[in-house]
């Protein structure tokens, strides 16, 4: 192994309420990057020197070494950054397919996420603007707010706001003639109602991207941070035609072939190699760390992502 981040999903799978565990004793980590030392006699799939990434979630990247079968593994391009290869399999192939699976979105179109600072944030908000597609980034407020707002800027968000500024009554004016809010936030001549909202964190704040879906948009759910449910109001339902889904990789994992999850890897490393996807905010952590890497992973408003080196 070369390099394994630490993501939510791990913790949940420890804690034991995800919805894939792994027969114990097990070792943690669902993602990360390896090289490849030595091949069996029957390998075709990969050769030695070869940068893999596993397949699949419940192999255990949070070691030195393994062994395992080539269908367990997809190999990627060694020509992209290691913390690239480290953070490909999880966060930007759920941007990605959350992007492309529930609404015929064209360029211009506008698409709301909370947590956008989460990995996932991060990579909707560079395959969105890849895509010719606004975002509308959801924050809780924070002491550096305002870094963190220019540093999500910089990766291409088109405006980024807090929870508190989602509930001012201005929101709808914003949406409907672009105007501005009482911060320099939101600034632009149109902005159309989004389409698509993603939701990582439920409770007040997904009902607050709710109330701005566009008539007919979606709410996709693939994370419950706050631990709180999703409530939608009979009249969101009824009058606005709003559909709530989820997604789950692992299950469209199930629901494709090992080449179309390739084709989904290769497609983002295009993106990476062409300056239009970077991994996000990392702290590096030698493994021997990993109980300060722990920690400063469960930590609240934390913005960079622990990655484990070996």
């Not at 309420?17 to 390998?43: C, K, T």
């Not at 996420?113 to 560079?126: D, E, F, K, L, P």
């Not at 566009?214 to 941070?225: F, S």
Request: aromatic content about 6%; glycine content about 8%.
């Amino acid at each position: 192994m070369l390099a394994a981040p630490i993501n939510p999903s791990d913790i949940n799978m420890i804690q034991g309420n995800y919805g894939l565990l792994p027969q114990l004793p097990a070792v943690g980590g669902n993602e990360g990057v390896g090289q490849v030392i030595a091949v069996g006699s029957s390998v075709t799939g990969v050769k030695p020197g070869d940068w893999v990434i596993p397949a699949n979630p419940g192999l255990g990247t949070w070691r030195t070494e393994a062994v395992f079968g080539e269908e367990e593994l997809i190999t990627v391009p060694s020509d992209i950054p290691l913390q690239s290869a480290a953070t490909l399999g999880v966060n930007p192939c759920t941007a990605y397919r959350m992007l492309m699976d529930f609404e015929r979105l064209r360029p211009g179109d506008s698409v709301i996420q909370n947590a956008s600072n989460s990995g996932v944030g991060q990579a909707v908000i560079q395959i969105a603007a890849a895509l010719g597609l606004r975002t509308i980034n959801v924050l809780r407020d924070r002491p550096d707010l305002q870094k963190l707002t220019d540093r999500l800027k910089n990766l291409g968000a088109d405006h980024v706001v807090t929870e508190e500024e989602l509930r001012k009554h201005e929101m709808k004016s914003f949406f409907k003639r672009g105007s501005s809010l009482t911060t320099d936030s939101l600034v632009s001549q149109d902005v159309p109602q989004p389409r698509l909202a993603l939701n990582c964190v439920g409770g007040k704040s997904a009902t607050e991207l709710l109330r701005h879906l566009a008539p007919g948009g979606t709410m996709v759910t693939y994370g419950g941070m706050a631990k709180q449910p999703v409530i939608a109001s009979v009249s969101q339902l009824i009058f606005k035609d709003l559909k709530l889904r989820g997604f789950w990789l692992s299950q469209w994992k199930k629901d494709h072939s090992p080449d179309q999850f390739k084709e989904l890897i290769l497609t983002l490393c295009d993106l990476i190699r062409r300056g239009q996807l970077a991994a996000p905010a990392c702290s590096e952590v030698p493994l021997q760390d990993y109980p300060c890497a722990l920690e400063a992973s469960t930590q609240p408003f934390t913005s960079s992502k622990q990655i484990l080196t070996m």
